[in-house]
């Protein structure tokens, strides 16, 4: 058939030509003999044309292609143009098909990264976060998860319209002076809801100085959560923030001020610590007093796989399984303050949870021995001790797959119990 039609085309073209020659011919010859002529071969030529209209529509192609290319030449380049529409309309189709695709594979690593932040594993968030970043390097909801996974491992850097910058300032040595009173930052730390800030107070004037009011103090964390003054120590005496400070004139003298932010998220760095003072001058007027330090970095212990960290105690959930009828979790608790002992109490209150029920803890082993839930434990600075704590009395419960370990203690006699919040995932639970 497509010989045929090839023929066919041949033909046409090769009549064609041989017209156009002869009308052309006889035009030159007999242009002299008649006007009547002429206008014959005008009309003549115009039939011409439109016959090749019509031929040129029926191919697809427009005349002037015709007359300019030839016959074979101008319908290649229709194919031409054909198969380049087609394969425009295919990339159109593919492109669509992979944005769906991509936009189904970002929506499936932030599902992956928010369930591991959600169980504080925030290396692997970080990870699942980094991929969807690649999909779609400008989300700003990328950018705010990557910045809770950088918190949760303790970085300082932060995102900041898609790129990675460090905007806090070290701590370190970092002064502010008021009327020859010079208070000095030297390091601001956290541990879980408290950050612990240690200063240096200089008092350059002529005048011996009782500080005062030193409890309205305040911090605010890079999530805009307020914190306020519970304790300071001062050599190797804590008190509540509520105490004075005495400092004698052309004296200096450190101490600790201790935090708590009722925001239980991870931060890694403070807005702002406000330090509020008044003066107290004997024989003058009080004088008050806001020392401000605005764009903090704060400093941290390398959080380990498991555990979870308060005011510098450390516990760490080592495995969860079942003993005797009664569900057991080994734990470790240390405590990495060097300056303070530590007493955990109101443990009565820790739970187990499975998919189906919570269960309240009734003993704990330590050394070897059974102990009630109500048992304070005391462990001195820079010590660890490791309990086992058993939960459900009833030696028949059908215990399900455990999902969650809520340890709560009172430490420090803080006004709020410390919570520990473990996700029980394959690594730590046993048959």
Known sequence: MKKKIGALLGLIGFVVTVVSIYITYESIVKARESDSYAQEVSETNKHLSAKIDEFANTLGVSAEDILKQGIQQALDDRDKAKIKEEGDKYESVIEAEHRERANKKYDNLIANATNQLNKQQYNAAFGFLTLAQAYKPESQEVEELLNKSLAGMGSTAKYVDGELSISAEIAEERLVEKDGVILVLKDARRSGNEIV???????????????????YSTVIDSEGNLGHIKKIRISDNETYGSSEISLPHNRKRSFIARFILADKSPVFALQEIKMNFEFEIKGQKNYSYKYIYSDV??????????????????????????DGGQAACTIWIKNRDELRDVVLDDLEYTKLFDSENSFKLERMIINGKKWYASTELDIPANRKRKVTMLFGKDTNINFGKFTELLISADMFNYNDNFVYKFPINSQVAQK
């Not at 200089?202 to 005048?207: D, K, L, W």
């Not at 400093?299 to 079942?322: M, P, Q, R, W």
Request: charged share 30%; glycine share 2%.
């Open 197 to 215: 800030c240690s200063f240096e107070i200089r008092n350059t004037t002529a005048n011996d100085i009782q500080i005062d009011d030193l409890e």
């Open 297 to 322: 970095a704060l400093g941290h212990h390398d959080k380990k796989a498991n555990s979870i960290e308060h005011a510098n105690i450390e516990i760490t959930l080592e495995k969860v399984y079942i």
